[in-house]
């Protein structure tokens, strides 16, 4: 799939250099950068924001290594979990589209505080695999 705009000539939505070998200790499985996602915020109330729906593109990134999966928009970090975090399974790991993950969970799950829904797509040729690696860490 083509890259942004944005990534291509700001090199926005390209994971940290200062991590890249963080992530290849942890055993990288699938990675992908300057993809293009989206953030819907259904009946959300936290950070200082209200909305009862709002969606916005970014440019970003996506990795699932063998001990967590990660995710950024534009350069802020935006997941951050570990395979083996009870709050990954209350996450919803779906297809959209070809090739689009889309990543669902309550506001609350990560910040006590917040209301309402996050949704996060991704648009990545390695959408069914990082959900099936998921789905199976899941099952066991």
Do not use: C
């Not at 709002?54 to 979990?81: N, P, S």
């Not at 993950?101 to 990560?110: E, K, P, R, Y």
């Not at 917040?114 to 099952?139: M, S, V």
């Amino acid at each position: 799939m083509a890259k942004t705009l944005l990534y291509r000539l700001f090199g926005i939505g390209k994971l940290p250099a200062a991590l890249i070998d963080e992530f290849t200790n942890e055993g990288s499985l699938f990675s992908d950068e300057g993809i293009r996602g989206t953030v819907t915020y259904k009946n959300f109330r936290g950070g200082g924001r209200v909305s009862n729906w709002k969606r916005q593109w970014f440019a970003g990134a996506i990795i699932l290594t063998k001990k967590r999966l990660v995710a950024y928009r534009l350069r802020e970090r935006i997941i951050d979990v570990t395979l083996d975090d009870p709050r990954l399974a209350q996450m919803e790991f779906t297809i959209e589209e070809p090739a689009t993950l889309a990543v669902s969970f309550d506001a609350n799950l990560f910040q006590p505080d917040w209301k309402g829904r996050i949704e996060y797509r991704f648009r990545t040729p390695t959408a069914d695999a990082i959900r099936d690696h998921l789905a199976k860490q899941f099952q066991t």
